[in-house]
């Protein structure tokens, strides 16, 4: 079956530093890739989608210039956390969807930020 | 703005029972609504989909339904056992638009405990 891993699992950061977080289809092509957050015992929300190759849409209330997406190729994603704050501290998961397939996505393992 | 909300919030049962979780949702112009189960601290896995034109659907001792036109499902889940806890989330799909292509809205979850 499909897989999507994400690296790092875990990640541990001072205030202030930035944090990247990738996003990999291993076995398929993903033009679409789904970043959320959540927080304990919460809902996973939607941060942004990412198309290969253009500009991630982001939701009502994330801020681009924090959460910076890159979806540069078709099997990686990055989410890059600038100058994160303890408020930050969440488990980020993302998702793919397969190419020409409009039905099924696919969700990695998640990363647990804790910032300090 | 789709909201997904999920019923109970915990359970807790013994080995053997047969469990309902209930999610609803405020708009039934969807494309499919999902279960999951998520494990602590982990991704995602999918149990179930429903398409909006399918009233069930079955995988061994699950059981999902669907009744669009009162924005309501239903996760059975028949003879329950200790490695069935986790948490369920249900989410729906919207009828896509735009950019956001396949994007979910999740509930918050029912956290499941079986006890042997």
């Known amino acids: 079956g499909a897989v999507v891993s994400q690296h790092p699992s875990r990640v541990i950061c001072k205030s202030g530093t930035s944090v990247k977080i990738e996003c990999r289809s291993l076995?398929?092509?993903?033009?679409?890739m789904f970043w959320y957050r959540q927080f304990p015992k919460q809902s996973l929300m939607l941060m942004a989608t990412?198309?290969?190759?253009?500009?991630?849409?982001?939701e009502q209330g994330v801020e681009k210039d924090k959460f910076l997406i890159n979806h540069a190729s078709l099997t990686l994603s990055t989410l890059t956390v600038t100058s994160a704050h303890p408020e930050d501290s969440s488990f980020y998961i993302c998702?793919?969807?397969?190419?020409?397939?409009?039905?099924?996505?696919?969700f990695g393992p998640g990363t647990r930020l804790t910032v300090l | 703005k789709q909201e997904v909300t999920q019923i109970p919030a915990a359970l807790s049962v013994p080995e053997g029972e047969n469990l309902v979780l209930n999610c609803s949702f405020t708009d039934s112009a969807i494309y499919n609504l999902q279960w999951f189960r998520q494990d602590p601290g982990k991704g995602l896995t999918s149990l179930l989909l429903?398409?909006?034109?399918?009233r069930e659907q079955t995988s061994g001792r699950l059981n999902a339904s669907l009744d669009k036109s009162s924005g309501r499902s239903t996760l059975y889940i028949a003879a329950s056992q200790p490695g069935d806890s986790a948490t369920y989330l249900c989410?729906?799909?919207?009828?896509?638009?735009?950019?956001?292509?396949?994007?979910?809205?999740f509930g918050r979850g029912t956290q499941l405990t079986v006890w042997p």
């Open positions: 429903i398409q909006s034109s399918q």
């Open positions: 989410a729906v799909r919207p009828i896509d638009r735009g950019s956001t292509l396949g994007r979910l809205y």
């Open positions: 076995d398929f092509q993903a033009t679409t």
């Open positions: 998702s793919a969807k397969i190419a020409g397939i409009t039905d099924t996505q696919y």
């Open positions: 990412s198309n290969e190759g253009s500009k991630a849409t982001y």
